[in-house]
């Protein structure tokens, strides 16, 4: 069984997992207060900047080039948003979900790969995060939405920053572990 190197252990995760988290909040909640979601690219690629500067609190140290790990966020956010209007519409929730993960995970592969052999895996970490981060995200809103039913309050004004803190922390928790799998092997390493 591998282990993880000490630098991409237990504080890596939690540090990882909290940027996420709060990036994403309050990216959202930026972008609500300078605009509705119908303001496309602007909307996302606000959020994309937030979550980019906390996870590259994270890496700077970790990742050779870190600064650009924000730009690479903010493109992948930004081609996340131009895609999804210019897809033809209804478009399944998980396959947009995979689309999400993949435009963000690609913008940010594109610096991973000049460093780790195996940051492909970002990209398949990356979708699958957003797909079960949402799922976890939905299931958690459901149950204080019947919570707050059942207790005779109303949740019906859960912030963006408590939904996206439901996204971002199964999310962060997951591709924590993806990025501690890519930092475990860089190509200095390869023979």
Sequence with gaps: MEQDPPQHGFPFWLQWILATAIGLGLGWEIANI???????????????????????????????????????????????????????????????????????GFSQWVLLRRHYSRAYLWIIVSAFAWILGMIMAFCGMVVGLTLGEISGGSLQGISSITM????????????????????????????
């Design 34 to 104: 300078v605009g509705p979601a119908s303001q496309g690219i602007l909307y996302l690629s606000i959020a994309g900047i937030f979550i980019g500067f906390a996870q590259w609190l994270v890496v700077r140290k970790r990742v050779s080039q870190s600064g650009w790990w924000i730009l690479a966020t903010f493109s992948g956010w930004a081609l996340f948003d131009i895609l999804g209007w210019i897809m033809p519409p209804p478009m399944p929730g998980p396959i947009f979900l995979a689309l999400g993960g993949l435009t963000i």
């Design 164 to 191: 996206a803190s439901l996204f971002g922390i199964p999310f962060g928790a997951i591709t924590a572990y993806g990025l501690a799998r890519v930092l475990a092997h860089p190509l200095s390493d390869m023979k």
